[in-house]
């Protein structure tokens, strides 16, 4: 529970760390945002666009749970309510589910690395642009159902987001990170 606004701070994180993310393989070349670490691993341009599925897919029913609900909200905004959630992926949840948000462009049909960025910045514009003008203690008191974590509000939502863009960036920086010490070491 929460007296300080956190929205703007997480609206901040989800810039920067998919801008974090994209500096990091800004040097790499085409290929190697194309290239697979292993047989049935995800390249980092497919982890990208699961990354913008993932947030892309979800926003209309967050919209839609705002629109239907947010008169609810408005009357119980003097309800405490969760403003963050513990990081799921650091614990037990279940890494197979990412087949729902499967990227549709792959290394036999890739994406340039700026088109990736441009639908990663506009789908945050967006994100932003919905969450910025509401306020916190109705959108603490709007909830949506996922089958895995129950009932989350609109804030807790927005956080399982960052924590996931988050265990995937690391993932991306990691590959990178690995493509420039082979390149070194050549």
């Known amino acids: 529970m929460s007296s300080n606004l956190v929205m703007p701070t997480y609206l901040d994180l989800l ?13 790499l070349s085409p290929d190697q945002i194309w290239q697979r670490p292993a047989p049935k691993e995800w390249c980092i341009g497919e982890i990208l666009h699961h990354n913008y599925l993932l947030i892309a897919r979800t926003m209309p029913y967050v919209k839609l749970m705002w629109r239907l609900f947010h008169g609810r909200g408005q009357r119980r905004r003097q309800r ?18 990412g087949f729902m948000w499967k990227p549709s462009y792959t290394p036999q049909r890739p994406l340039p690395l700026a088109d990736l960025a441009a639908l990663l910045r506009d789908l945050h514009s967006d ?28 804030i807790v939502t927005l956080h399982i987001g960052l924590h996931h863009d988050e265990l995937h960036y690391r993932d991306i920086k990691k590959m990178a990170a690995q493509f420039k010490s082979e390149k070194e070491g050549v």
Not at 15 to 27: C, F, G, I, K, M
Not at 80 to 97: G, H
Not at 138 to 146: E, Q, R
């Open 15 to 27: 810039d920067q760390q998919r801008e974090s993310a994209l500096t990091a393989v800004a040097d």
């Open 80 to 97: 405490p309510y969760q403003t963050s959630i513990a990081d799921p992926y650091d614990e037990s949840f279940p890494m197979w589910v």
């Open 127 to 154: 994100v932003r642009q919905f969450y910025a003008d509401k306020p916190e203690d109705i959108l603490g008191n709007v909830f949506v159902y996922d089958p895995y974590f129950g009932w989350l509000n609109l």
